[in-house]
């Protein structure tokens, strides 16, 4: 027997780095309220996967990051 699996989103080869960023953005306030969350790259050798999580990481983290300060705060 298979198992299935459901894809979100598929980004074509010449997405930016700001349209995958802005594209995964909600998910950080669910992230933030304990849901699991998985970013999956899938690409030949050196066509840039761990680069690009490089970049969009830090930008999806301070969004996570944001929420729970606001929430320790209050």
């Known amino acids: 027997q298979g198992t299935n699996f459901a894809v979100d989103v598929v980004f074509p080869v010449d997405a930016s780095l700001e349209a995958v960023a802005a594209t995964l953005k909600p998910l950080c306030s669910q992230i933030a309220q304990g849901f699991n969350c998985s970013i999956i790259t899938y690409g030949p050798m050196n066509s ?9 990481l830090p930008l999806l983290l301070r969004d996570v990051l944001e929420p729970c300060n606001a929430k320790s705060s209050s």
């Open 48 to 56: 840039g996967k761990t680069f690009a999580l490089h970049a969009i």
